[in-house]
C-alpha cells in the first residue's frame, strides 16, 4: 500500500515569492494534516483538512493556506516568503479518528533565500 | 499555557539496556496520546497510542503508560538495539469536537551504544 507522497522533497525560493506544496494521502484516509518543523520550534501545526474542508487551523499567519481536493489530495500554499518560513514541511494522513494514528509523508525541505 | 515537556534532548543508553523515555504535560487534558519515532530528513513514524482510560499499552519491545494524575506518559523500549537510535516524539491529541490537532513534545534523541 503506497505512502503518503509528499513534492517536491526539496525546494529553495526567494523571498517575497510565493510556494505551494503537494501532498497525497494514503488511499482511503479523508484527513490531511499540515505541519511545519524547525529546529528551533519542533513540530507545530498548520490545519487539518477532511474531505475538502478545513477542521482547524492552528496559529500561523493567514500567508499560510491550503486547500483539500475531492480525492483526498492537499495542497498549502505560502505566499510572501520569509526567511523563518525555511522548514520542512509534512503532511499526515488518516482516517479521521485518533485510533491509528497519523502517517506522515517524508515532507518538503523548503529553504528561503 | 500548554506545554509538553520530553524529559531530556539526548539518551545514550548500552544496546540490551531498557530506554526509558519521558513526556510531560501542563494546562492540557489530552484523550490521546501517541508515541512516534522520527529518523533525520524522515517523516515521523506511528508507534503506539494510549487512551485516556488506559494505563498501559504494549506493542512487541515497546511499552507505553499514561497517568492522567501525574500528567506524564512513559515510553519503554526494552532489549535495544542500535537500530532503536533515532528521535522519539510524543504528542498530544485533545479530541476537541472533530477537529483533529496534535501538539508534539520536542522529542528525546535516544542512541543506543553497541
Known amino acids: 500500500k503506497a505512502g503518503v507522497t509528499q513534492t517536491p522533497r526539496y525546494l529553495i525560493k526567494t523571498r517575497g515569492q510565493q510556494v505551494t506544496l503537494s501532498c497525497s494521502p494514503i488511499s482511503g484516509h479523508r484527513s490531511v494534516s499540515w505541519y511545519q518543523q524547525t529546529p528551533g520550534q519542533g513540530l507545530q501545526f498548520l490545519f487539518e483538512y477532511f474531505s475538502e474542508t478545513q477542521r482547524n487551523k492552528g496559529n500561523f499567519p493567514g500567508r499560510f493556506s491550503g486547500r483539500q481536493f475531492s480525492n483526498s489530495r492537499s495542497e498549502m500554499n505560502v505566499s510572501t516568503l520569509e526567511l523563518g518560513d525555511s522548514a520542512l514541511y509534512l503532511c499526515a494522513s488518516s482516517l479521521g479518528t485518533p485510533r491509528n494514528g497519523y502517517t506522515f509523508g517524508s515532507g518538503t525541505r523548503l529553504t528561503v533565500v | ?114
Open chain 2, 1 to 114: 499555557s500548554q506545554k509538553i515537556e520530553q524529559n531530556s534532548e539526548a539518551l545514550n543508553i548500552q544496546e540490551g539496556k531498557t530506554a526509558t523515555l519521558t513526556c510531560n504535560y501542563t494546562n492540557y487534558s489530552p484523550a490521546y496520546l501517541q508515541w512516534y519515532r522520527q529518523d533525520p530528513g524522515r517523516g515521523p513514524v506511528f508507534l503506539l497510542l494510549i487512551r485516556e482510560n488506559e494505563k498501559e499499552k504494549r506493542k512487541e519491545r515497546l511499552k507505553v503508560t499514561f497517568d492522567t494524575t501525574l500528567k506524564q506518559s512513559l515510553f519503554h523500549i526494552t532489549a535495544s538495539q542500535p537500530a532503536d537510535s533515532a528521535t522519539y516524539l510524543c504528542a498530544l491529541d485533545p479530541l476537541s469536537g472533530s477537529a483533529r490537532q496534535l501538539t508534539f513534545g520536542s522529542g528525546t534523541q535516544l542512541t543506543v551504544l553497541p
